[in-house]
C-alpha cells in the first residue's frame, strides 16, 4: 500500500533556494568547503532526493550565503 505524497514531500522554499544558490558554484569546490559528497550533492541539485536531511540542506545553505538561517 502506497501513501499519497504531501506537500510537506513537494520541494520547499530553503532546498529550492539552496539548490538554486549550488548551481551557481562549482560542486567540487563546494563538496571541499564543506564536507558533503560531491555525489549527494550532483544527486541533490538535480532533486533527485525527495528528503534531503535538513541538517545538510542547512549546512549547504549557510555555507552559500555565509550567513546563518536563524540568527
Request: aromatic fraction near 12%.
Amino acid at each position: 500500500m502506497s501513501k499519497k505524497a504531501g506537500k510537506f514531500d513537494q520541494p520547499q522554499s530553503l532546498m529550492l533556494a539552496t539548490i538554486k544558490l549550488a548551481k551557481e558554484r562549482d560542486l567540487v569546490t563546494i563538496s571541499f568547503e564543506t564536507n558533503i559528497p560531491f555525489y549527494w550533492l550532483r544527486k541533490f541539485i538535480t532533486e533527485c532526493y525527495k528528503n534531503p536531511s535538513v541538517n545538510r540542506v542547512q549546512h549547504l545553505y549557510e555555507h552559500l550565503t555565509s550567513s546563518k538561517l536563524i540568527k
